[in-house]
């Protein structure tokens, strides 16, 4: 296997701004806003519908506050999104959404 430099000096930036990422992500405290966590590029992977508001409404989603968002996501959201989305809950949804979430701010 050949390998250039270039390539080596490439793959050491690349870590090390991982590494540059990973101790800002380690004091990491702040809310994130919805449409970050859950962009349409990964609504549109995981479910059948292009954004997150999409989704929403089409689940029957009329609320405003977060109670009564809550109160949705604990009633049959879970059942839709097992029906509409590659994933089959809502916790499962939000989990894989944070995960996507740190690898863009890892930078990986």
């Known amino acids: 296997m050949n390998i250039e430099f270039g390539e080596l000096d490439h793959l050491d930036k690349k870590l090390k701004d991982i590494q540059e990422n990973t101790k800002k992500l380690s004091n990491f405290e702040r809310e994130v806003h919805t449409d970050d966590l859950f962009p349409e590029s990964f609504v549109q992977m995981y479910s059948d519908f292009s954004s ?57």
């Open 52 to 108: 997150l508001q999409e989704l929403l409404k089409a689940a029957g989603y009329e609320g405003q506050s977060q109670e009564e968002f809550e109160s949705f996501v604990q009633k049959d959201f879970d059942a839709f999104l097992a029906d509409h989305s590659k994933l089959s809950s809502w916790q499962e949804f939000q989990d894989k959404a944070v995960a996507a979430y740190v690898a863009r701010l890892l930078g990986i």
